[in-house]
């Protein structure tokens, strides 16, 4: 998945190394919103998409279906949140976003889907640390 700088969104299909397929999914996107992540949001089977905005501090999911967006999801606050990682942290076949508060507290926010709906959030870590910075791929946690 690709965003230009004009604002269009493209994917190629893969099948190992190799494109098998390509098409523009979504035309003139806000050049403030990123592609995030992926992941399936809504238990399909098939990725989805996560957006992050950093200048107006907000994140949503678009439900995939190929090259078609099955479902645009609202735009939900990130104020003083940073993006840490998209994954399904529960194992319920749904993907949650994980973010860091920015202030002091620096704690670990979870929000979790259903489909473009966020249903709830938690805060699974307190204290996590300022010195952290960046963005962590956690595919599975429970893994030793
Ligand atoms: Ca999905
Ligand atoms: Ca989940």
Do not use: C, H
């Not at 050049?31 to 990725?47: E, H, K, L």
């Not at 439900?63 to 840490?84: A, C, D």
């Not at 979790?112 to 959030?121: D, E, I, M, Y």
């Amino acid at each position: 998945m690709w965003r230009a700088d004009n604002g269009d969104v493209f994917e190629w299909e893969m099948n190992g190394s190799s494109v098998i397929g390509s098409g523009t999914v979504y035309s003139g996107v806000d050049s403030n919103w990123s592609i995030w992540a992926s992941g399936d949001f809504d238990g399909d089977g098939r990725s989805d998409l996560a957006w992050y905005n950093p200048f107006a501090n907000g994140a949503l999911v678009w439900l995939m279906n190929g090259l078609t967006v099955k479902q645009f999801g609202g735009s939900y606050s990130t104020t003083n949140l940073e993006p840490i990682s998209v994954s399904d942290f529960n194992n319920d076949g749904k993907a949650e976003m994980m973010f860091r508060t920015t202030d002091a507290s620096s704690n670990l926010t979870t929000w979790f889907f259903s489909g473009v709906t966020r249903t709830s959030t938690a805060v699974p870590w307190t204290s996590f640390g300022i010195g952290f910075t960046g963005s962590y791929a956690l595919t599975d946690p429970s893994a030793p």
